[in-house]
């Protein structure tokens, strides 16, 4: 079964840019996400440090963004 997914186009060009020539983008997708998601740790640490963890992850995505953005308008 397989589904289709909408992607920022930020998104689609992390993912494009770390695919390997050798696997589909639902491969890399999965190696690129493999391992242990944050929500199995959530025993693990407090509220407090879940907190920290979520801003220090939505800072990295925004610069992400915007590292990707700056790139794309060098190229207007």
Not at 46 to 57: K, L, N
Request: net charge negative; hydrophobic share 35%; no cysteine.
């Amino acid at each position: 079964m397989s589904h289709q997914i909408r992607l920022e186009d930020d998104v689609y060009e992390r993912i494009k840019a770390n695919k390997r020539d050798d696997e589909s983008f639902s491969d890399a997708v999965d190696r690129l996400i493999g391992g242990r998601s944050l929500r199995d740790l959530r025993t693990v640490f407090d509220e407090d440090q879940v907190s920290e963890m979520r801003d220090a992850i939505a800072a990295a995505d925004q610069a992400d963004r915007d590292e990707v953005r700056e790139v794309a308008e060098r190229f207007e």
